[in-house]
């Protein structure tokens, strides 16, 4: 979420409140927080049921923990404000990881990753275009901006195809657990952070003299760190919750880890940034949107995953960046359609069609994979 949305009325009791959300549907789900919660760690009852509460319980929370992300960095200037907000952007989703490395749960993080990417540049923009894009005969964007997002994701998927390229040159299979597909995993890794903490210098750097007007929050200083806190904690507490779930949920119905990663808990960790890529979109500022959508892909490709490389290495959980041939080939798609798309700075509502119609493809296929994958 950000400051530019309109936030929808609440009863006085609830602006007093550390927590405050931008959207009354995710001002109602924070009740599934303290649920959640019972659920897990005192009745607990059907495994499906507590994986749906807690699912329903972090959406809510991610909303919390960036709109007080926000709100922290209008206090810090532009440049730590940038770099609070550059680093934090998909904080749940990662935390939502970690949580399910330490219990074992490779696949489902790598497939939650792939499927963060997938999700962000079909569902996320292609919602955003279509509604934004209803009922005007188009709408304009950035050219440049988007040209920047399109190679740094050109970068992820180089990063993602060249070690299944190594396995089979050197193995003749996807052959995961090798010392030398993870040593690889590492280098690659930590060349994507620094691309990306460059693209953050490079970004504050271009605009750092073109202002220095900064824009502080109602909240106060101490409120967001008080918000941000609780919602680290309280989204930590729901995903252990959610990850202990995971393999009766799968059984329960019938799904691959596959599915479960790369469609269901993709989307759990991205909700909120949803709603504020589309509610922007609606109000025709459609360079926001899809700063929000892909630049949170590039995020995901370009920090998240290699933080989860290196942190399964701390582990001795390793995690190499070997994802399956279908996750690659879904990321390489969804690229090459946005890339098209954004490439004349402009977007019709047919073309959100276009967009959403190839996540269905992807996520019908995903959906028959059968399991194991690997």
């Known amino acids: 979420m950000t400051k530019d949305s309109h936030p929808v009325a609440a009863p006085s009791w609830w602006a007093k409140f550390p927590l405050k959300t931008s959207h009354a549907f995710l001002n109602w789900l924070l009740l599934f927080v303290p649920v959640g919660l019972f659920l897990g760690f005192v009745w607990k009852p059907s495994p499906l049921i507590i994986f749906a509460v807690a699912a329903l319980g972090i959406i809510p929370l991610a909303g919390v923990l960036g709109e007080a992300t926000e709100d922290l960095a209008s206090y810090l200037g532009q440049g730590l404000g940038g770099l609070l907000n550059a680093t934090m952007g998909n904080a749940t989703e990662l935390i939502i990881a970690i949580f399910a490395l330490r219990a074992g749960h490779v696949e489902v993080v790598k497939a939650s990753l792939s499927g963060s990417i997938i999700g962000n540049i079909l569902l996320v923009l292609g919602l955003s275009v279509l509604i934004g894009g209803w009922g005007r005969e188009r709408q304009r964007f950035s050219r440049q901006a988007a040209a920047v997002n399109s190679t740094m994701m050109f970068i992820a998927v180089v990063a993602l195809v060249i070690p299944a390229v190594f396995a089979w040159s050197v193995f003749g299979q996807l052959k995961e657990h090798d010392t030398l597909i993870e040593n690889m995993s590492l280098w690659t890794s930590g060349v994507l952070i620094l691309v990306y903490l460059l693209s953050l210098l490079f970004s504050f750097g271009t605009h750092a003299s073109k202002s220095n007007e900064t824009h502080k929050s109602e909240r106060s200083m101490s409120s967001a760190l008080i918000a941000l ?50 509610f922007f979109a609606a109000e025709d500022k459609m360079d926001l949107s899809l700063a929000i959508a892909i630049g949170s892909s590039v995020q995901i490709a370009l920090l998240v995953a290699p933080l989860l490389v290196f942190y399964s290495w701390m582990i001795h959980k390793p995690m190499s960046l070997l994802f399956v041939p279908l996750e ?18 402009e977007t019709t509502w047919f073309e959100g069609v276009q967009l959403l119609a190839v996540y269905v493809i992807l996520a019908v296929a995903f959906y028959f994979v059968p399991t194991p994958v690997h």
């Open 328 to 345: 690659m080939t879904g990321i390489a798609l969804a690229v090459l359609i946005m890339d098209m798309i954004s490439s004349d700075g």
């Open 229 to 278: 806190g609780l919602a680290t904690v309280l989204i930590g507490a729901l995903s252990e919750i959610l990850v202990a779930q995971i393999d009766a949920t799968k059984q329960a119905l019938g799904l691959s880890e596959l599915f479960l990663g790369v469609i269901v808990i993709a989307i759990i960790g991205n909700a909120a940034e949803h709603a504020a890529a589309i």
